[in-house]
């Protein structure tokens, strides 16, 4: 393998904890490999196999990674991304990773949907839990019926205002619709806020105000509910992380990481927790949804949420401009959602 490409673990998700020393990559026994040392930095090594950091940047930082690395491509459990040395060359590191998390960013925006007849059935079938009310609650909840989901939960029904409905039906007064009455005139199939026999969500939105709802987000983890998380400010919307219950990380994940180097953090997010009502700019706040909505049914009508552009990033749509960055959002070693033993 060569200096200069970029390793992508094919199936990050497939790891498991076999003792205090030992973790297993691929749950397949026939095509596993099993690496043994440092839990941490065992971990912080496969993390950092998401096509971002090359060879070379990989073998200096990790002492086993050359070793490692052969052992996954000798069995098939990584693929690289190859960067043309003579055409980068010009680049410095820093301006070659903003172009392929560009290049990145252009493909998921631009992620085609396949609505095959099966992949509609998937649709139809769903059942996504709105937990939040506000302005981004009631449009991508509009923007996944209007896609066909089959069953859309709005556990704060009572909380929405007419002024949180898309501005083409809050900007006439005269029309008199909530928003469940928008939602059933945009779609004849779906049902709302009638889950049979307490079935769960395959999906929860947590939106206006995400950060108040940190705990929230670990009662869905105890619940192995998969849950998209959107937080919109005045100039800026960002959409992710998708959390999927023990793969990736979650809300508390980066409190952790934030409150470890910065004491005052619980005390600042109980200020960003409370209501704005400075609004969002809602040309932005469409862009951002509307993404974040395809990304969803893009997820929901494949079945696979695993390659998701969501996982472990913040998608920053952002003004002037509008601009739009990608954070990532590692896992927190330290966070008990990747070790199911969440606290109760």
Known sequence: MEDTNRPRLRNPSA??????????????????????GDIGEIRKFLNA???QHCVSELVTTFS???????KLTRRGLIETEHLDSDTTSKYTKSELDRFISSQRSHQAAATKIDFSKELLANLTKAYVAVLTSGPTSALIAFLLAAQQIGRIKLFAQNDFKPSDLPFWISAYPETQMNLSQLLRSISSQISLNQPANNQKPNFAIIADQPWSSVERSLELMNQGIAHLVIDPKVNEVCVGPLVIPGYSSCLNCAEMSVAS???????????????????????????????????MIQVISSGDALTSALL???????????????QQMPVNLFCPCQWGALPK
């Not at 004491?263 to 993404?291: I, N, Y």
């Open 15 to 36: 790891t498991a904890l076999r003792d205090a020393t030992t973790i297993q990559v691929n749950l397949d026994p026939n095509h596993s490999l099993l690496l043994s």
């Open 49 to 51: 196999l998401d096509g």
């Open 64 to 70: 086993f990674a050359k070793s490692a690395l052969d």
């Open 261 to 295: 180097v910065d004491k005052s953090w619980p005390d600042m997010r109980q200020l960003l927790g409370q209501h704005q009502e400075d609004q969002t700019d809602w040309l932005l706040l469409q862009l951002a949804v509307s993404f974040a909505a395809a990304q």
């Open 312 to 326: 472990n990033r913040r998608w920053r749509f952002r003004l002037p401009g509008p601009t739009i960055e990608v």
